[in-house]
């Protein structure tokens, strides 16, 4: 792992560990493992995609907090992504997360901070007879607009993502163990997450896309795979990000999880694939 | 790594877990999987233990009957598991109407019943399966005044 990269690991393990001290009276309200990760793009959700489930451990009389460091390297690329986010009573999720991505070739970087809002509509991952919902939007400001401005992005400076997302867990339903997943669909005009800007020659509609995550429960182990459609407005062939992972949580607040990813062709750069690992916290 | 394959691969394990899931629960119950009366006595036992020493959920079984408790909480257990038992006792929302049990606590309780099946040697596995079996209950228990 590069030098820079396990310099973040150990600052977040520091930040993590005071945190844990700090809220040690937190909220501590779901099973082990039933609320998920935080993703990508600093909302409550898996790896890449986002979940119908809040970032936190919050119950309805609650409030949760819910910081995460992730760090994604393929061939020709690499991002830094952290962030923090608080869920409130259950009930709606705020975050705020900032995109560092290294372009090797050019060796330049781009950044990118998105602002989230979740909010869920309805039921309980666990608990409730069909899938818990919630609705969210992102919005990304690109900090970096010259490279996407180059490739002819009709946005440069920030674009907003919708979604939708169901999400469930079934207690012992596989020999035993718990299966979880989650669906989403989103609006978005976003290439590349939004760090090469918003729409572009190929197409500048919204399109919708489809987003899934399913996994299996062990007691303190995850796995599984997800998948995440993507536009390609730029006319590059940008493609959909496929990936399988492990998460480990030794207990309620601190999850870690490693990933292989699958990306496709990124800004004309093909095959790009490689590993993603995150640390994160809930307290 | 061909990542489609590994998640078509990752989908079918799935659906043959399921249907094996699925031909075992005919050759045994839940209440034989976990081991029967004395499993649940045991569990009955270290649940009322786990309540006893935690003060936010003592306070709603302050004025229980401990004896007719675990005799009710026994027969429920066994009946739920698919056991040879007649749940005798009243019904959810009658036992917990007035407590207006809010989430935490019932997520609290939740937590309780699991340390009482970890402490009672119940496999990690069979206690998602009793779970699964209480969860439809959460709404004949939380916020009822």
């Known amino acids: ?283 | 790594m061909n990542l489609r394959l590994l998640s078509i691969a990752f989908v079918v394990l799935v659906i043959i877990s399921l249907s094996g899931c699925k031909l075992t629960q005919h050759e045994q119950s839940l209440f034989e999987e976990m081991g029967g009366h004395s499993t649940i006595t045991k569990l009955t036992e270290n649940f009322v233990d786990e309540i006893s020493r935690n003060q936010e959920i003592f306070k709603y079984f302050a004025r229980s009957d401990v004896v007719r408790f675990k005799q009710k909480f026994s027969e429920h257990i066994c009946m739920l598991s698919g056991g040879p038992c007649k749940y005798t006792g009243d019904n959810m929302v009658d036992v917990h109407t007035g407590m207006n049990i809010n989430e935490h606590d019932f997520n609290l309780g939740v937590e309780l019943l699991i340390n009482a099946m970890n402490r009672s040697d119940i496999p990690h596995t069979t206690q998602n399966k009793i779970l699964a079996t209480l969860v439809p209950h959460r709404q004949d228990i939380i916020y009822l005044e």
């Not at chain 1, 779901?30 to 809040?54: D, F, H, M, N, R």
């Not at chain 1, 163990?177 to 919204?206: C, H, I, M, P, Q």
């Open chain 1, 1 to 283: 792992m590069p030098r820079t990269a396990s310099n973040i690991m150990i600052k977040s393990l520091i930040f993590l560990l005071i945190f844990t001290a700090s809220f040690a009276y937190g909220a501590d309200g779901k099973l082990l493992g039933t609320s998920g990760l935080v993703q990508i793009e600093g909302s409550g959700g898996g790896g890449l995609v986002p979940w119908a489930t809040l970032s936190g451990l919050d119950s309805d009389s609650e409030v949760s907090f819910s910081p995460f460091v992730s760090y994604v390297s393929v061939q020709d690329y690499s991002l830094k992504s952290y962030g923090i986010s608080g869920s409130f009573y259950d009930q709606l999720e705020v975050s705020i997360n900032r995109h560092e991505f290294e372009v090797d070739a050019l060796k330049t970087e781009l950044k990118q901070d998105i602002y989230g809002v979740k909010y869920r509509v309805y039921g309980d991952i666990v608990y409730s007879k069909w899938p818990q919902i919630s609705v969210g939007l992102m919005h990304k400001k690109l900090k970096t607009p010259a490279i996407a401005d180059a490739l002819g992005a009709t946005q440069t400076n920030s674009g907003t993502d919708f979604y939708i997302s169901a999400a469930k867990v079934h207690l012992g339903l596989l020999a035993g163990y718990n299966l979880v997943w989650n669906t989403t669909l989103r609006a978005s005009k976003a290439n590349e997450l939004g760090l090469l800007g918003f729409g572009g020659a190929n197409n500048d509609n919204y399109k919708l896309n489809f987003e899934a995550t399913a996994g299996v429960v062990l007691r303190h182990i995850a796995f599984g795979v997800e998948y995440r459609q993507k536009p390609d407005n730029l006319g590059l062939n940008e493609d959909d990000w496929m990936d399988v992972f492990i998460s480990y949580f030794p207990n309620k607040h601190i999850s870690l999880t490693l990933a292989y990813l699958d990306l496709g062709s990124i800004a004309g750069s093909d095959t790009q694939s490689g590993y993603y690992i995150s640390i994160g916290g809930q307290f």
